[in-house]
């Protein structure tokens, strides 16, 4: 019975040194591809077609404001505003009729100053990889900015080098860890599963459909 025990537990470390390993040799990848892409200052960022806003929430538990939600919105404003982008394609989950990120992501671009014609949205970004993949497939882009928090940016970038798209990322002001370390130790996982989909699984989006013209005169 001992000597059971002590294989299991041996198992046990061996898998746990794995798991560690692979969380973070993802990330390490996943940041390297990223390097040098990710910008915080809307006058050094390269000009592009389009910028991709990845969506989340307006509200979180409690009918509270999602900051990570409203520092982005900030930050697409401010792209546009800056003419380094000629369109925005706003990318989030709208899963059912009481949940629409897109058209809330719409919303407070417009009341920032975005114009309602230059903004396109996808209603079917449910993964961050169906929002890069879609963004190309479907919306006809081969270049554009991610606007997002610096982590988030990192992995689409990576995501977008692996698809043949040309990206950068506009890092979005970060909401601090204590406010939302569930949705840091997510990236963690989320980082993995990047890695896996691309270079293990051949993860594709869940729907595609027919082509929509984004307005770029």
């Not at 920032?112 to 949205?121: A, F, Q, S, W, Y």
Request: include cysteine.
């Amino acid at each position: 019975m001992k000597i059971i025990l002590k294989r299991w537990w041996v198992w046990l470390a061996v898998l746990a040194v794995a798991g560690t390993g692979l969380v973070f040799g993802s990330e390490w990848w996943v940041a390297e591809r990223a390097k040098g892409r990710c910008l915080d200052d809307v006058n050094a960022m390269p000009e592009a077609p389009v910028a991709l806003v990845l969506g989340t929430a307006a509200h979180v538990a409690g009918g509270w404001s999602n900051y990570f939600f409203k520092y982005r919105m900030e930050a697409a404003a401010a792209l546009f505003k800056a003419g380094k982008v000629k369109a925005l394609i706003v990318s989030g989950d709208n899963g059912t009729h009481s949940y629409d990120e897109p058209t809330d992501m719409k919303l407070a671009l417009m009341k920032l100053g975005v114009p309602g014609e230059k903004i396109v949205c996808d209603y079917a970004g449910f993964r961050t990889l169906d929002s890069v993949v879609r963004a190309k497939e479907v919306f006809g882009q081969q270049r554009m900015i991610f606007v997002s928090q610096r982590f988030h940016n990192a992995r689409a970038i990576y995501l977008a080098r692996a698809f043949g798209i040309e990206a950068y990322g506009l890092d979005a002001k970060d909401v601090p860890v204590a406010l939302s370390v569930k949705t840091f130790l997510r990236e963690k996982l989320a980082c993995v599963k990047a890695v896996l989909d691309v270079n293990v699984l051949g993860t594709k989006p869940r729907f595609l459909g027919e082509k929509v013209r984004v307005p770029l005169e």
